[in-house]
């Protein structure tokens, strides 16, 4: 495990006079709050012995239930025993590599990819290898050419890491017919997919794409998640596994930490029974939208020539690529003197690619915020062009490091 040199640069990116568009925070200000203290008062004086013992590894029943009801919303059908309720998803990564991965076995996943995940399996010793993307997600051939080689090599592949909607950090959405060829390639390889969808809920245009756990036969673990459509700091997730895997993980996450926070189960096991969360949900796609939107106009209207953007239809990320000779890594201490803040490409890599790119998230700042964070992002990327312009790409900064990993992020 390894720290990162930029994580200093984020200590400054987070002064209040900087526009940050680097972490994916949630904005929970928009929740009503006042009605959030009441349910929690509500545990405590209705279920206060309950809510403050000692609960199960595998998380309460009733909100197990109540996950499976929210669960349909994506389409997918599933009991409460087939799941296993996690710290944020994020356990449910860190229990899936503790129980799957031994040093040197290989883990595919996107590129690029959610940097927490790489930190994840890089920690567990995983040989972490990417799969490339288009504008309609993984390609397909590559994802079979990576595993026919594999499979030649004599080397064990343990699963396929993807996250098919509003993809952190290239906010790509994988198509029908791509998730289908996706199934068709891991079930003749007899290979496992990770389906990680912590954002299928916040779209904000198009329609929702099946998930791969309904198209699978038992080879895709789903992970779900309540950070994005209610609150990051209940760190409420969870795994839907096959029986089998699930048992493992039940065991793992018992090694971990014993028992889940009761106390926080039952704030969202009352949130889920009794508030109109579907509304919630509504309101927080109608204000990330309009986020969005600001976003994406801001970069139409702003830009150099020779920067391109994804467009995202739902989530938190747009990933923008700079013109040739421009390293966004090199760029973002001129960025933070412009008082704007993002997170450079070559974090969402295992390999150090990335320099060309970087995350930009709409999800925290004000619209208002987010078009100025894009006017000072285009006065810095101005000031390296006119660096390449006279002195050559080679002048730009070394870049020295740029295989340290980005702080764990959002
Ligand atoms: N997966 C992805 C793709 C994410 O973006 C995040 C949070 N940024 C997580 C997992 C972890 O989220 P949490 O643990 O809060 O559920």
């Known amino acids: 495990m390894v720290a990162s040199e930029v994580r200093a640069l984020f200590a400054v990116a987070s002064r209040p006079e900087v526009v940050s568009l680097a972490g994916g925070m949630p904005n929970v200000a928009a929740l009503p709050l006042d009605q959030i203290g009441d349910l929690v008062k509500d545990v405590v004086s209705e279920e206060g012995p309950a809510a403050l013992q000692y609960g199960s590894a595998q998380g309460d029943p009733v909100l197990r239930e109540l996950i499976c009801d929210y669960m349909t919303l994506e389409g997918v059908q599933a009991g409460p025993d087939d799941l296993i309720v996690t710290v944020g998803s994020q356990q449910a990564l ?23 995940a790489i930190n994840t399996f890089a920690a567990f010793q995983a040989d972490i290898r990417h799969v490339g993307m288009d504008d309609q997600g993984v390609l397909p051939d590559e994802l079979d ?32 017919e791509r998730r289908a060829r996706v199934m068709e390639i891991c079930q003749r390889h007899d290979v496992l997919i990770i389906e990680d969808n ?75 029974s009794t508030f109109p969360w579907k509304e919630q949900i509504k309101a927080f796609n109608s204000m990330y939208g309009e986020r969005r939107d600001a976003m994406l106009g801001a970069l139409t209207a702003m830009m150099p020539d020779g920067c391109t953007w994804t467009r995202p239809e739902g989530g938190f990320f747009v990933w923008a690529t700079l013109p040739e000779g421009i390293d966004a890594k090199a760029m973002l201490p001129r960025a933070v003197n412009e008082r704007v803040a993002y997170v450079p490409g070559t974090g969402f890599y295992a390999d150090g690619r990335g320099r060309a790119s970087m995350r930009l998230s709409f999800c925290y700042p004000t619209p208002e915020q987010i078009r100025e964070g894009v006017r000072r992002l285009v006065g810095a990327i101005e000031g390296e062009l006119d ?16 295989q340290a990993p980005t702080p764990d992020l959002p």
């Open 387 to 402: 660096l390449r312009d006279t002195f050559g790409p080679a002048m730009n900064r070394p870049t020295e490091g740029s």
């Open 198 to 272: 912590p954002y299928g809920l916040l779209r904000y245009e198009g329609e929702p794409q099946p998930t791969l756990y309904s198209q699978g036969d038992g080879n895709v673990i789903y992970l779900g998640s309540l950070s994005k459509t209610l609150s990051p700091g209940l760190r409420i997730g969870w795994a839907l596994a096959p029986s089998a895997v699930r048992a493992k993980l039940v065991l793992a996450a018992e090694s971990a930490m014993l028992s889940h926070s009761t106390f926080n189960q039952l704030v969202v096991r009352r949130y889920l």
């Open 145 to 176: 050419h990576a595993l026919t080689q594999a499979a030649k090599a004599g080397r064990t592949v343990k699963f396929f890491y993807t996250i098919p909607n509003f993809q952190n950090p290239a906010g790509i959405t994988m198509t029908a």
């Open 94 to 116: 860190d229990l899936i590599t503790r129980v799957f991965v031994d040093p040197g076995d290989i883990v595919l996943t996107e590129a690029p990819t959610y940097v927490t």
